[in-house]
């Protein structure tokens, strides 16, 4: 079976710093991956998905950005934390674009 | 641009109950719908894919069901127990392929 994991699971992080957050999928090849953030009040808001290695497209102009350096693993990193940066940021896997997708545990940021 | 709105906003029945929540989304064209459900803290459980083409699904005591027509959809749960406390979302997949949630409905089952 397919399972995804996310870590750190929770983190806190003073404006300015960097940041780093890792999703890996178990138990598939070649899925397409996702992120997303819940912050607060909103709705989910997809930041990032990729249907391959190398291969990134950006939903929200940010200062966060994606990479997916391995088959299934899928990095959101920052050079710059803003306030507005924090939130639950999940991830997610689908076997193609039009499949159910399925989401990890999360990440918790608030930054300070 | 594809909106999706979910009422009510909050729910609160007696353990026992069957229950309707409701989702509406502003455009038709969309490729299917999924119903989650989250729990606090934690991330997503999918409930029920329902393609564009269907008009619905079941999985135990779930079902849901979609007229696309019209833009909405319901989730009904038969005999809610506690356990079935949580908010539950619903998102469309839209015709870029992007996945649109409503903002869900926070469901408390009282014993």
Redesign the interface.
């Known amino acids: 079976s397919q399972t995804i994991h996310q870590w750190p699971a929770t983190l806190v992080q003073p404006v300015g710093s960097p940041l780093s957050l890792e999703c890996t999928v178990e138990g598939t090849s070649n899925p397409n991956l996702y992120w997303y953030r819940q912050a607060a009040g909103r709705g989910l808001q997809l930041l990032f998905y990729s249907v391959g290695i190398g291969q990134i497209s950006s939903e929200v102009p940010q200062n966060l950005s994606a990479s997916r350096p391995q088959d299934r693993q899928f990095i959101l990193s920052s050079k710059k934390l803003l306030l507005s940066d924090s939130g639950f940021y999940l991830c997610a896997w689908s076997q193609g674009r039009l499949y159910e997708q399925y989401f990890g545990p999360g990440t918790r940021l608030t930054v300070t | 641009k594809q909106e999706?709105t979910q009422i009510p906003a909050a729910l609160s029945v007696p353990e026992g109950e069957n229950l309707v929540l409701n989702c509406s989304f502003t455009d038709s064209a969309i490729?299917?719908l999924?119903w989650?459900r989250q729990d606090p803290?934690?991330?997503?459980?999918?409930l029920l894919?329902i393609q564009s083409s269907q008009r619905e699904q079941t999985s135990g005591r779930l079902n849901a069901s979609l007229d696309k027509s019209s833009g909405r959809s319901t989730l009904y749960i038969a005999a809610s127990q506690p356990g079935d406390s949580a908010t539950y979302?619903c998102?469309v997949?839209d015709s870029s392929?992007?996945?649109i949630?409503?903002?869900?409905t926070r469901l408390l089952v009282r014993p």
Do not use: D
């Open positions: 999706v490729y299917n999924q989650f803290g934690k991330g997503l459980t999918s894919l979302l998102a997949m392929y992007k996945l949630f409503g903002s869900g």
